[in-house]
């Protein structure tokens, strides 16, 4: 069964408008981290978010945690062509640091 | 400058042969990763080496799969007897200290086709 699952599957949006994307997972985690992935190959880790933070920033990108919900969210600000892609949620569980469990992923359409 | 490549980009076999798939990893990279992505799908995590030494072979497939990396380097991935549902892509990444405490990178990956 899939730890993370992403939320909404497929998100289309107008450039310069914000994309934000859900992630919920099962079990305690170490860590979580997003990916982004252009047209099925190269991944590229986005953020990485420990279990102690609560957000964390990168140039647009902005990540949420909440622990207490199991769940977390990707918000990309004033979003641009070049944001077209998958984004993935991966975690580190508590249990298990010896495997990364991505999730199913979510599918952003940026129009130009 | 080389980032984490993989070869072949693309192999196609028959059913039944073997395949080997190769990652070099980043220099001086101690964690080396591999996954599978099936079509539309998700990640899947296979294996991770931190060193030569695989922790968890757990998340391999079946006993057809298997993986090595010898001198802290190199890892190849090699599926004996392939079946069409191992039609993928299989991605390599690599991290500097493992333990998934830090950045992953990956390599392009390569796509696998049984027929």
């Known amino acids: 069964s899939q730890q993370g699952e992403e939320d909404p599957q497929a998100l289309s949006i107008q450039e310069g408008e914000n994309a934000t994307m859900n992630c919920s997972y099962k079990t305690s985690i170490n860590n979580l981290q997003w990916y982004r992935q252009n047209s099925g190959r190269g991944l590229v880790h986005l953020i990485l978010i420990r279990s102690n933070e609560r957000e964390k920033h990168s140039g647009r990108l902005r990540v949420t945690l909440d622990t207490s919900k199991k769940s977390s969210s990707l918000l990309i600000t004033a979003s641009r062509a070049a944001d077209t892609a998958s984004y993935f949620c991966a975690t580190v569980t508590t249990y298990n640091t010896d495997k990364l469990i991505f999730g199913t992923g979510t599918r952003l359409q940026v129009f130009p | 400058g080389a980032g984490v490549s993989q070869s072949p980009s693309n192999k196609v076999t028959e059913k039944g042969k073997d395949v080997e798939l190769r990652c070099d990893p980043i220099s001086g990279h101690t964690a080396l990763y591999w996954y599978r992505q099936s079509l539309g799908q998700g990640l899947e995590f296979l294996i991770y080496?931190?060193?030569?030494?695989?922790?968890?072979k757990s998340g391999l497939p079946s006993d057809r799969f298997s993986a090595e990396r010898t001198g802290g380097s190199v890892s190849t991935l090699t599926i004996q007897r392939t079946q069409q549902e191992d039609s993928a892509v299989y991605l390599c990444a690599s991290s500097l200290f493992g333990f998934f405490s830090d950045e992953q990178y990956f390599g392009p990956g390569t796509r696998l086709t049984v027929t």
């Open positions: 080496f931190q060193g030569n030494s695989a922790p968890d």
